[in-house]
């Protein structure tokens, strides 16, 4: 951003935001917005609270399991429509279905077939980011391009080889931007099924600071999650950067 | 210079027979009846106006497309598949953009299995062929469209294949490169004892590198007339056929054949 000849680096804005937010909350413009300075106190208090960590725990390892689990299935499933022709009409109206309905009403029937705890959050998880998974694999490997295709047949490649040599690399920056959009699915998925479940996780402590109006905590908390979803896309991001590099140049 | 309107050489035993070749795209008919023999050690082209099934036959020659009716023999035996005898090389050039100009090169043997360090000896050779010394680490987006596609031959070279698919080699590289490129063919085909089998659009570019042109005229793509030209294997200077006489009448004649295609 240049303003008047003046370079601003891309974290102002984040600065003028956060003072707009304190201004906000120190002449109490809007119910619910404490000032943020309360916020990040507030913050050292959540971080501080004896579940906090186990309230963590608890949402990493479902959201790993979860986005494991969706990485497992989606990267086949879509390179199986990706290369199937039979298997993408059979497959594809599903995959529509599910990436552009809200997914959020499905929870309670996901906490009635596996009950109120991690399961449901896990299947939460990985409903949110699969979807997206298995589209991006199946466009990766729809773009690679045919001549490629043709080259590893003229020199003789099996399936397996082309699969392995070809297809898979090809697709890769699809499938990267695939996960990254996965991952942050998937934090919105950790997030929504705890709170629906609410009994466990970060969701529990969601509930108590709303339930109990401690809006600071509250917002302290949303600002961890936003925080580390972005530092894991973040990851994914740098990763695809450097794969562009080499998958760049597609001939 | 003789024309005769099929081929067939006596010299010596085809390696490559095309017989009865059919070729359909649901309605479309792409090829009709085309009978060629392609005998070893020779550079045929496969000449003519866009549409006329020249990279659809060179493609089911390759095994990489199937035909609709007829047969495509090698040593005499039928083939419908790629094979160790064929090699091909791709007109977008086909390299792995990930990997280097040694592992492109080494491609073809990487996927029969052959040990890192034999496979990349013979890349190495063949990188060196091609006059691409010293760029063994770059990568593809690297190099200019003429380099990818030195790239692309040294590939073709390494798998030691019989017969040599070119499918319009040169024509997405720039004017100078181009005829560059075709001296260096010449001079590749004078000491590899290979068959060449070459697709252009190019009338000049197929006068220049071949010892026989097929002429293919389009809707449906037919064998219209097979021209014999000595040009290349009578050893004359690379530089003196671009101003021979006998050159630039072939070029006319060629020329006026295809002319009726066009308008």
Not at chain 1, 198 to 201: A, F, K, M, Q, Y
């Given at each position: 951003m240049i303003i008047y000849g003046y370079r601003i680096p891309m974290m102002a804005s984040l600065l003028i935001w956060a003072v707009v937010w304190e201004f906000i909350g120190r002449f109490e413009l809007v119910l619910l917005f404490p000032p943020l300075t309360h916020v990040l106190v507030a913050g050292v208090e959540v971080v501080n609270h004896s579940q906090f960590f186990s309230a963590v725990w608890i949402t990493v390892q479902c959201f790993l399991q979860g986005f494991g689990l969706a990485v497992a299935v989606g990267i086949p499933l879509g390179m199986l429509m990706g290369m199937v022709p039979a298997a993408d009409r059979l497959l594809s109206m599903w995959v529509s279905i599910f990436i552009s309905?809200?997914?959020?009403?499905?929870v309670p029937v996901f906490m009635i077939l596996f009950g109120l705890g991690e399961a449901t959050v896990i299947v939460t998880v990985f409903m949110f980011a699969v979807w997206i998974i298995v589209l991006d694999t199946r466009a990766g490997v729809h773009d690679v391009p045919p001549s490629l295709l043709e080259m590893s047949r003229c020199f003789g490649a099996s399936r397996w080889q082309t699969l392995r040599h070809i297809v898979s690399l090809s697709a890769l920056p699809e499938i990267l931007a695939g996960l990254r959009l996965g991952v942050i699915r998937g934090v919105k998925g950790a997030v929504i099924g705890q709170l629906l479940v609410?009994?466990?996780?970060i969701g529990a402590l969601f509930k108590f600071y709303s339930q109990n109006f401690l809006m600071e905590h509250f917002w302290a908390l949303v600002l961890m999650l936003f925080v580390a979803a972005l530092g894991t896309a973040g990851i994914i991001e740098a990763l695809e950067r450097r794969v562009q590099y080499y998958a760049g140049d597609r001939g | 210079m003789t024309a005769i309107p099929e081929a067939t050489d006596s010299v010596t035993a085809p390696i490559i027979e095309v017989a009865g070749l059919h070729k359909h795209y649901g309605e479309t008919e792409a090829l009709r009846d085309v009978n060629l023999e392609f005998g070893h050690g020779h550079l045929t082209s496969l000449l003519g106006?866009?549409?006329?099934?020249k990279t659809t036959l060179l493609k089911i020659i390759a095994g990489l497309l199937p035909q609709s009716s007829g047969e495509v023999r090698v040593h005499g035996k039928p083939v419908a598949a790629p094979g160790p005898d064929r090699a091909f090389v791709f007109q977008d050039f086909a390299l792995l953009p990930w990997a280097t100009v040694l592992r492109n090169a080494a491609f073809g043997l990487e996927l029969r299995g052959e040990p890192k360090a034999e496979r990349e000896e013979k890349a190495r050779k063949q990188i060196e062929v091609v006059g691409l010394t010293g760029f063994e680490n770059s990568f593809p987006s690297e190099l200019s469209g003429g380099m990818r596609q030195r790239v692309g031959l040294a590939r073709a070279l390494a798998v030691e294949s019989e017969v040599l698919l070119m499918d319009e080699p040169f024509s997405a590289v720039d004017e100078q490169t181009r005829r560059k490129f075709q001296e260096d063919l010449l001079a590749l085909r004078r000491r590899e004892n290979k068959t060449f089998i070459f697709v252009t659009h190019s009338i000049e570019e197929a006068v220049y590198v071949s010892d026989r042109i097929v002429l293919l005229s389009p809707r449906p793509g037919r064998v219209s007339e097979v021209i014999d030209i000595n040009q290349a294997s009578t050893g004359k200077d690379p530089d003196q056929i671009r101003r021979d006489p006998e050159y630039l009448d072939t070029v006319e004649r060629i020329w006026h054949s295809l002319r009726a295609y066009v308008e």
């Open positions: 309905t809200p997914l959020t009403p499905l609410s009994v466990i996780g | 106006p866009s549409g006329c099934g």
